[in-house]
């Protein structure tokens, strides 16, 4: 019986034709200059301005003479012997403790209160996160109005009550102002710490019969400690540079007792004493950077222990 030899004939394979001059997506380079205008610009208003910020406390730099002379550690002793840079250390930490303290406790009671996916819920979300999307300096100005001896809060309350006149609860009230402002923002961090929570750790705690208090104790808490990390870090740092609010509610008094580090530079660069003020800010990101370091450190170490 013949074989019976069957050949197919494959058709040649014609591929397009590459068009000349153009090179494969890989090889395309684009010019450095490109980023020049963003460089240029990055490094005009915030990389020249700092390096230049240890230099100028060290100088005579004034609105009152031409020329800039280095003095050493003159700038440091002045602010240090008229009792300025005690009075704005203790003012500026002690405002960062209460504004830390105000927004992760305001920001955590609402994660709690709305954590529920609920149509209510997720409305309150919204109106709660709204100050965070408002300018601090209106928000400081509308609590200005209100709390003014003459505003609404005393007109309602039938009261004569001098809130941002007194120099010791002053502080009290503008750093509540603070926490209000940005408790929007811890709420959103503590919610998503609680919803990433696995539900499984819950139901054994219910059936082992913890109750709320100590199910949020025992489980939720030690689960919210990358939550806490970042929220208290953010609102300790932020509120120590702090500015706008204090500035539009009080101005720095009554009495100096709201003049925080960055209320003494304005005040001081403002009388055209630029080196002074230079080095309190030098002081400030001294300060910021001693604090922050060891304040991260310890959290990170809490984290891995729970």
Known sequence: MADTVVRTEHAPVTRAPKKAGRLPRAAVHHPWWFALPAVVVF??????????????????????????????????????DDGSLLRALRTTLLYALLAALFQNGFGLALALLLEADTRFNRFFRAVFFLPVLISAL????????????DGAVNSVLGTDVPWLG????????????????????????????LKGVPGDMLEAARMDGAGPWRTFWSVRWPMLAPAVTFNVTT????????????????????????????????????????AQASAMSLVLFLVVVAVAIPLVVGLRRREQML
């Open 43 to 80: 490094a005009g208003f915030f990389l020249v301005p700092n390096l230049l910020n240890f230099y100028y406390p060290f100088t005579d730099w004034s609105s009152y003479h031409a020329d800039i002379a280095f003095t050493g550690l003159d700038n440091f002793r002045t602010i240090a």
């Open 138 to 149: 209106a928000t400081g100005y509308v609590f200005q109005a209100l709390l003014d001896q």
């Open 166 to 193: 007194s120099t010791t609860w002053t502080l009290v009230v503008v750093t509540l102002i603070h926490g209000w402002k940005w408790m929007g923002l811890s709420m959103l961090i503590y919610l998503a710490g």
């Open 235 to 274: 609102a300790l740092i932020g509120s120590m540079n702090t500015f706008d609010i204090v500035q539009a509610t009080t101005g720095g008094g009554p009495a100096a007792s709201t003049e925080v580090f960055n209320i003494y530079m304005f005040r001081v660069f403002g009388q055209g004493l630029y």
